[in-house]
């Protein structure tokens, strides 16, 4: 080999160390701050959560952060509360990644709260006005049940795990907890489906055994199936849903709602929601009928303020800790009684010999659309429904009076 070539190949061969090194220098710098970011992750969620397994979410990643507000960090010992992480990426922007939210029936906060201060939809796509802003419930869709629900619920992008405390269970423990991970990002994969899911019910346990909380907590599923978020017609509506599909065939359509999200029907799931909306072509339908000050409010139906009403029971455990909010304050609604204001009302059972809340939520718009005899005839038939269902007794529905207060 000629001096030429010799010390070409020994420049290369010198270049190709120092490469080796810095990209060897690269890869502990990142191990270290994926583990400093996982040391972040575990303390800003109160040890409840594994930072991996949360840094695992969205295809992985090497840095992540908390916020340095008490706010969005978890305190196990004063519920509610919860912690929101951030992925850190390119030139430390940051994009918020994940939320664990803790909640317990001892809390000030109803662990299930009712009412239409949050729509299920979005009307923006991206900075577009939607043209069907009820064709998919974007915002806040039905959570399906895990398994025969007595575990928890989830959607496509977060996952909520029960526990009831039984007998034996420590003096800080609660009748009732909820955890809930959210992933906070679009397009969450059936893979972070499942890690979040796994996340959730991780944490529970955690937190049953810190306080002492004795509960059955189930294994989840072998399968959680994409949930469904746009709705359907409501005339054939199927599970939680079926009611509102006899109601229409039996009273016609009117200015009920024609669409519908339903859930799976289960004997056992101690939270049942269905979802009913109308579409535009009903909303212009509607209009045609309605007064002139009314029909200024149709125009918002198809843009700003769809119209929605959401049907909800809560059985036992579930049913000690729901409410409403007025003016900033909650508003509990206690078993065994029945009434109606601000957009929310509610009848009560006895199923299985424990209490039953059932709820109906209206857009603010919607329910003076269809009037206090319609939304009176439409919750009777909800309430008749799943009270058959369930086989509950000792059922006390609103006051004629409640409805006519809209």
Not at 82 to 92: D, E, F, L, N, Q
Not at 172 to 183: D, H, K, Q, S
Not at 315 to 332: L, T
Request: net charge neutral.
């Amino acid at each position: 080999m000629s001096a030429g070539r010799r010390r070409m190949w020994q420049t290369m061969a010198v270049g190709g160390i120092g490469l080796s090194l810095y990209a060897g220098w690269l890869t502990v710098d990142d191990v270290r701050d994926r583990a400093s970011s996982e040391r972040d992750i575990a303390a800003a969620c109160d040890h409840l959560v594994s930072g991996a397994q949360v840094m695992d979410l969205q295809g992985g990643m090497v840095r992540a952060e908390s916020s340095g507000y008490d706010t969005y960090r978890l305190d196990a010992r004063h519920l509610p509360s919860a912690c929101t992480i951030y992925k850190v990426s390119g030139s430390h922007r940051t994009n918020e990644l994940f939320r664990l939210i803790v909640k317990s029936s001892d809390d000030s906060e109803p662990v299930n709260m009712v009412g239409d201060k949050g729509s299920p939809f979005s009307t923006f796509d991206g900075y577009d006005p939607k043209d069907d802003v009820t064709a998919v419930a974007d915002r806040e869709p039905e959570a399906w049940p895990l398994g025969d629900g007595t575990l928890g619920s989830y959607t496509n992008f977060r996952t909520t795990i029960r526990a009831e405390c039984g007998p034996g269970s420590g003096k800080a423990a609660p009748r009732l907890l909820n955890v809930t991970a959210v992933a906070r990002y679009p397009n969450v994969s059936a893979q972070d489906r499942r890690r979040v899911a796994r996340i959730a019910h991780s944490a529970m346990r955690q937190l049953t055994r810190r306080i002492g909380c004795r509960a059955q907590l189930p294994s989840l599923p072998d399968q959680m199936t994409a949930v469904p978020s746009k709705l359907r017609p409501a005339s054939s509506a199927t599970g939680s849903c079926r009611w509102a599909g006899r109601l229409v065939k039996e009273q016609g359509q009117g200015r009920l709602p024609d669409r519908a999200l339903a859930i799976p029907a289960r004997a056992a799931n101690p939270v049942e929601g269905c979802l009913l909306a109308a579409s535009p072509s009903r909303v212009r339908a509607i209009a045609g009928g309605l007064d002139a000050e009314q029909r200024d409010f149709a125009e918002g139906g198809l843009t700003h303020s769809p119209w929605w009403l959401r049907t909800v029971s809560y059985f036992d455990a579930e049913a000690e800790s729901v409410g409403y909010d007025e003016v900033g304050d909650d508003v509990i609604l206690k078993p065994g009684t029945a009434g109606g204001k601000d957009g929310t009302w509610w009848a009560s059972s006895i199923c299985d010999g424990k209490p039953a809340l059932h709820t109906i939520s209206t857009d603010h718009i919607y329910d003076d659309i269809l009037g206090h005899k319609t939304l009176n005839s439409l919750f009777r038939a909800y309430v008749d429904d799943i009270t058959t269902r369930r086989g509950c007794t000792h059922i006390t529905y609103p006051a004629t009076k409640d409805f006519r207060d809209l």
